[in-house]
């Protein structure tokens, strides 16, 4: 009978132990993130984009070097739009405006930065002022990029460019 009691209790202690790490994981999960933190996830994850147009390489590296950083959708979108096939592999090629880049934040008080606790998402934003003279030109335009907890990973999930902010940032 004691051992039917202490296997008993064993079990309901080992319930509670698992409820109560999943409890401080949860906690976890629902931090924000620093500016410093999601600013440099954001260093990272375009330094990796800038690499794939050093050396060329099998459309697998190419997953590879991005995933630590972005998540497997926006990796696919990425590649699809930015990458060329060549005799050698697979490289990309610069352009004045490439899609799925990471912008070019000034990463100063123009970068702002919004997080949705019930989502568990970060906005990061910054409103462009419209370019009309020079090579390039474009209109005045918000960009932002979406990052996501993967494995407790902040990473790139997704990107917008749009002439007003969009309706998430501003709810």
């Keep these: 009978m004691f051992k039917q009691i202490g296997m008993t209790a064993l079990s309901v202690l080992l319930f509670i132990s698992v409820i109560g790490i999943q409890t401080v994981t949860a906690e976890t999960t629902v ?32 997953e590879k070097l991005l995933q630590p950083h ?3 959708p926006y990796i696919t ?25 990471i912008p070019y934040f000034s990463y100063d008080e123009n970068t702002k930065m ?26 005045e335009h918000y960009e932002c990029i979406v990052l996501k907890q993967e494995q407790g990973v902040w990473k790139v999930s997704d990107y917008s460019y749009n002439e007003t902010l969009p309706k998430e940032i501003t709810k």
């Design 31 to 62: 931090k924000q993130p620093s500016r410093n933190e999601v600013f440099t996830t954001l260093h990272q994850a375009f330094q990796a984009q800038l690499q794939l147009g050093n050396d060329h390489r099998t459309k697998e590296e190419a």
């Design 70 to 72: 972005f998540q497997q």
């Design 77 to 101: 979108k990425f590649l699809d739009e930015n990458i060329t096939q060549e005799a050698q592999g697979y490289i990309t090629y610069g352009t004045d405006f490439a899609l799925y880049y």
């Design 114 to 139: 919004k997080y949705n606790q019930q989502k568990n998402i970060v906005y990061v934003y910054e409103h462009f002022p419209a370019i009309e003279d020079g090579p390039v030109s474009y209109g």
